[in-house]
């Protein structure tokens, strides 16, 4: 079993910055794709960003392009996202995922079967 715990949230003026981390729990760490995803109020869970099992490989939505990066330190368990230039959109619960099923697409949140309890991001005007 892997339990990913997220942390890093908070509340930050439009334009700031703030870097998430998750850690997770298990052996398998080393060997998992890890991807963020993050709900507003009142709509469904959208998919942030991916990165493969040795960060070679990272993928994002075109909303976050070019504003927030997704790195991971497989020696410390986790993965990160440091978003910049965030904006009140950005406002949402951010959840960390992994144990991705083969072959399924990184941007899904049905392809992960072990989620976070997920961190509150607040971006003021």
């Known amino acids: 079993q892997v339990q990913p715990v997220e942390s890093g949230g908070g509340l930050v003026q439009a334009g700031g910055s703030l870097r998430l981390s998750c850690a997770a729990s298990?052996?398998?760490?080393?060997?998992?794709?890890m991807g963020w995803f993050r709900q507003a109020p009142g709509k469904e869970r959208e998919f942030v960003a991916a990165?493969?099992?040795?960060?070679?490989?990272?993928y994002y939505a075109e909303s976050v392009k070019g504003r927030f990066t997704i790195s991971r330190d497989n020696a410390k368990n986790t993965v990160y996202l440091q978003m910049n230039s965030l904006k009140p959109e950005d406002t949402a619960v951010y959840y960390c995922?992994?144990?991705?099923?083969?072959?399924?697409?990184?941007?899904?949140?049905?392809?992960?079967?072990?989620w976070g309890q997920g961190t509150q991001v607040t971006v003021s005007s």
């Open positions: 995922s992994t144990g991705k099923r083969p072959m399924s697409a990184y941007s899904l949140p049905e392809a992960y079967a072990y």
């Open positions: 990165i493969n099992w040795n960060g070679g490989s990272t």
């Open positions: 298990g052996r398998t760490f080393s060997t998992s794709a």
